[in-house]
């Protein structure tokens, strides 16, 4: 599942190596942009389920908590006030990334424990068919390290394609799901929920605000859903979403 392991965690942050000057400003302003508004989109941890391995292992329930969406890509799951953090700066290395998250440009932010949702795309070069090692530090300056296992469908990410803009799904802890969208930065769901119709089968409904005006950009969207009942490899149906050729949306959890 791309589950994440809590190696260390500390409140220093130290020098930064390899800066990632492949990163356009306009893509870095998507990945600060998509950490912002995917904040409001998000759920309540779960608790673990015993003789799973779906779920990473963490220090505490407000840890950070990382997890393959596809071979491209992963999500963060941070902990922090109302106010969804943004990516600060991106640092690769040899097969490891450093995610620095800094505070919103939000003049208040109501002190509300909440879950955050950051979508991060591989940078070009790194392999994720190989362990990452993803170092993340907060707003707040806290520093922890994560490890995301090798995937047997991983690749090396070039650096002329870009990352996969299709629904996923990750299972962030036993009992929750991040669900990947795509959509408008003004239209972001706002809650979920998971049915299970069998131990191999469920279906995910997401919850939108319907009396917004959606602009016409494509961000991805992050979603916190608990989900129970199902095994960790159950087939997972997106509810009303058909792809381009009118056919259900079966979300990717990938391996």
Do not use: N
Not at 84 to 96: F, H, K, M, T, Y
């Amino acid at each position: 599942m791309g589950p994440s392991e809590t190696v260390r965690s500390d409140s220093t942050l130290t020098g930064m190596t390899v800066s990632l000057r492949a990163f356009s400003s306009a893509v870095l302003g998507a990945l600060v942009l998509a950490s912002a508004l995917s904040g409001c989109a998000t759920g309540a941890g779960a608790s673990p389920a015993p003789g799973s391995t779906a779920g990473p292992i963490v220090a505490d329930e407000s840890s950070p908590r990382a997890a393959w969406l596809d071979a491209t890509s992963f999500v963060l799951k941070t902990w922090g006030d109302a106010c969804a953090p943004q990516v600060g700066d991106l640092v690769a290395g040899d097969q490891s990334l450093e995610v620095v998250l800094v505070a919103g440009a939000e003049e208040a932010c109501a002190e509300v424990l909440t879950a955050h949702g950051t979508y991060i795309g591989l940078p070009a070069g790194l392999d994720s068919s190989q362990p990452v090692e993803v170092t993340v530090t907060t707003a707040d300056g806290a520093r922890t390290e994560l490890t995301l296992p090798g995937l047997e469908s991983g690749e090396i990410q070039p650096a002329d394609r870009p990352w996969a803009q299709a629904p996923a799904a990750a299972w962030i802890d036993d009992h929750e799901l991040s669900v990947l969208t795509w959509g408008s930065s003004t239209c972001m769901p706002s809650s979920g929920e998971f049915d299970a119709v069998s131990e191999s089968e469920g279906v995910v409904r997401l919850h939108s605000h319907t009396d917004t005006i959606c602009t016409m950009d494509l961000v991805p969207q992050i979603t916190f859903v608990p989900a129970a009942g199902v095994a960790e490899d159950a087939a997972l149906t997106l509810a009303d979403h058909v792809d381009a050729d009118g056919a259900p949306v079966v979300l990717a959890v990938v391996r």
